[in-house]
């Protein structure tokens, strides 16, 4: 394939970033956008010269001209609009999660599989530089066999009370991208899910049945075990570090700041907190992202992060909801959609 | 008091380090050093000026003059020196743990309210400058109400067969340490323990019915939730991290390596791998805390870590290898010697 | 000014980074490139929608369509092409130096001012966001009265001789830039000058009459005192850092590594090197000064870097020579264009 | 020899630190401590078990008994100290400056030389474990040939009047350190000294002839350039650092701080300022020295800092001070006292 014609279902803020990472790759157009307030984004979509607007996302599913889709509308119709794209031939990238059920996931992946379309999950993370060159060093054996996995991850502050309610919750809204990582570093299926989540940040969690500080334990095939915190407020920043320790040594990401800048007085030392949030965190982590899944496209190469990454994320964020309703850990089940 | 004759019980790492370290304190001599084979240390002990060397411990705790005793010998020991010592009415430093078992424990503490005497337990982590920072940090108040705890503790290398035989396993030996790091820093009580553990680094612990990798998450009575993750090898030094992260941010002290400098080549940048072991990380930590311990006796001042101290440590690493037996959760019942 | 019609001059390495920050800015178009090899650029200028290419700069001096010119041509042709520009009523972004003579320079900076265009100098790095954080902190009085200035500024690897052939050497080719970042962070001009320069990284440079290794020391009017140490050859990368030393404390910027990780094994601790040159380093500065300068023109806001400066940072390098070639301090003899 | 027996000459605060490092290393005993105010330190002597105290310097040179001496008096009685010393066959560690005039520093080592004994002066940051790895790392080639050296030594604030009056000024008093540095990690002789000298910290240091802040510019026989930046006033602690670079790489010493814990809110990410002072930064380099000086006249090892090494310091003091009064780059005129 030599030139790439894309459609975008989303405009809110993941799907205009996408939009605005994609405008300028050679050999690369966005033909139409769709969102059901389109109104909203006119303007922009005109200046960034997309062509066409729309209210209804089958205007792109059924447009011949369109190769690809990427798929940011709210995660309830992710499953629905997978299956629809696939079986009018588009390749598909769509946000993470692709669903809330793993039943509903696995339907569209088996959809998917039989049209032979391509399909990435949005886990952004893997693209990340600093975390992709943990990936590296323990796959290249820097590290030996792995033996614990640390991820800290902690959002700035708390989303609306409206976002919590449709989120999934934090196991499937936050900590799965989490679970992602886990799989994606140690490269090994997690076998056991222990949560100890609590309620510590804002009551409004708890009136929605969600929790806001968690604890997951993860026991994996090869023996390694990890641990993952979560919190929705760190006043400092964007908390995103990560670890793999094992047999020859350990592996460590730390955070970033906007400056390194240190500032030495009668006081102290100080420095900047941390980058506030995902966009400006993973701004570069986005690009490749997209970069990566056009390259897959055009050149025919295999996908980073497939539909079967997306459901063994939702079975481990499955797995610690269960762990936390019931204070028991959990053994998964394992179900692989490994031709995806 | 204003000046104090000190006895050691037991001549091997551990009690030589200490004596080394009271040695020149102004005010304090050491009269006797007892060890069961003290042939082997009788040159050391009259380089740096012990009077006198004995076989019998017996012969420090009759000895009248002596005001305070060093228990130094192995744990199995520790129980019964306890009683005797106490009811001589002697002063009392016990290495860690009291016990391996919270029966006895509980028994010696009856002992050690009864007689009036002080008693210091060997946590000497919470002497070194770093976590006393942490802990201070917390106390007043600076990173708000904490909600995680993570500590890190790995080991360079196992101990030899013979240790772990007698070492009471990973739960009693090596966690027990930061069972009392994570009380201390956080300023509450654990309610509940459960223990992910494995064996990754040799076989010999699992014939010896021990584990050398292990993941501890705690649940503390003011909301709080932490983990501990244990490891009995890394390869790059003794990793000894902690992190305190709460409402109005985070706290941490990080590895200390023994020089500073950075190497910075065509192949990257390099620096020291971490200090050794614990006699090199936590040298000045031994040296504060035998002086609080001498202190307090001198000039009547409260303890920083007394014999309750011991006991809350020994009931976490308990309900820790119960969690590691069974596989669950397991809530721990409070007890506790308060006036100790 | 609504909406800006801008024109490259150059075609080489930095004017086409110039032109690709340049395309998305919004109100914002290039109309046309010129180069003497146009041809090499042809297919590039049409990918990125630039609409004509020209070997005749003076066809975009002579389009009335055109607001403003970058001009990144040969160091050479400088000053005659701003002053062209300025005649012609362009504003003008003319990469650094000026010209490699003062009195060429304070030439056409008068015709500039006469022509009452803006003329905004290329030294990139005061838009750097770390060095900025070191100027404004500064500047907001946190270090107290600027004492002592430290400039590290080393090159990964030594030029073609045919670029050190025309690039004025050392002084005006490299540490032109130091000398800007100190006038800029310290906010007071030169007053002294003494340098001390050898031939250490390659016999090519003495034999172009050129040096490789220098250190500048600087003499500023407020009393502060500075030293800038270059090398055109650091193995481990672009090495970048700034140091103010102040009555109240002390302000660093440190290098930047192409990711954070750390690696530990028994043989130590490894990380990144530096990132590798200035296209990598400043890649956001570069982005930034561009829509500096452009807001500057479209919302008529002062510009942050002028040709007074570009003027003073020669006054400078002309000064580092004459040290460098008669062993002796040199005075400054001061001249403003503070005007423009 | 098998036992060593100490006089010490000088009882205030560097002498009493010497003192206390020595009083407990094995085979060695200090019999005799002089100083003109010897009533003030009587009781300390007695505490760590000193057998005489006098007034009189000489009583202990006239004791037959003692092998070797430390002169910790004031550096105007270095000189005459030494030379008795020496006749008296007495090996020597004689604090820095050897004296502040070249002319008597070359007398003293010729007397040395004649008497065959052992002079040791007390350039402690040469057993600082961070500069001693970067020697070390130089002198292995690790970095390539050294192209430039950059030493940053600040105090934390400074001296009273009356030390500074007799201090020897700036340049003999605080940078002499930094001149044994330049020679000792370069490993190579200085040809040429530039100063360039300001009073910005206060004007006492004018009034009594002396500045507070300069800049030494060195260049070395091996053709590597360096710079020494000094200040008596850092108002965040004691600024020790040292970087040397060169054909394959480079090599940093960092600051050390009380503690490594960073705290992180909303406002930034705080750690401590520097160790606060010298006997606090470099405890462990005094230590070591003093064990370095009793192990080569145990063992007949050779010294790591001889008496030559304080004359070159003082000839680069001098010459810097030269610079400074006139203005001028000033060369060396090679003086060596290579066999003491």
Known sequence: MEKLTIGIIGAGRIGRMHAENIVYIPNVKIKTISDLFIENAKLWAEQIGIQNVTTNYQDILNDPEIDAIFICSPTS??????????RAGKHIFCEKPVSFSTEETKEALEVVKEAGVKLQVGFNRRFDPNFKKVHDTVKEGKVGE??????????????PAEYIKNSGGLF???AIHDYDMARYVIGSEVEEVYVQGVNLVDPIFEELGDIDTAMTILKFENGAIGVIDNSRKAVYGYDQRLEVFGSKGSVTAQNEHPTNVEISTKDGVYKDKLKHFFLDRYKDAYMIETHAFIDSILNDKPLVCIGNDGLQAELIAKAARE?????????????EYSLL
Chains 1, 2, 3, 4 share one sequence.
Do not use: C, Q, V, Y
């Not at 119709?77 to 696939?86: F, P, R």
């Not at 792995?146 to 989303?159: F, G, N, Q, V, Y």
């Not at 762990?323 to 179900?335: D, Q």
């Open 77 to 86: 119709t992710h499953g629905s609009i997978i299956k629809e794209a696939a």
């Open 323 to 335: 762990s936390f309703e019931t204070g028991k850990p959990i053994k998964l089940i394992r179900e």
């Open 146 to 159: 792995p033996h614990i996995l640390k991820i800290t991850s902690r959002d700035p502050e708390p989303p």
């Open 172 to 174: 499937f809204d936050m």
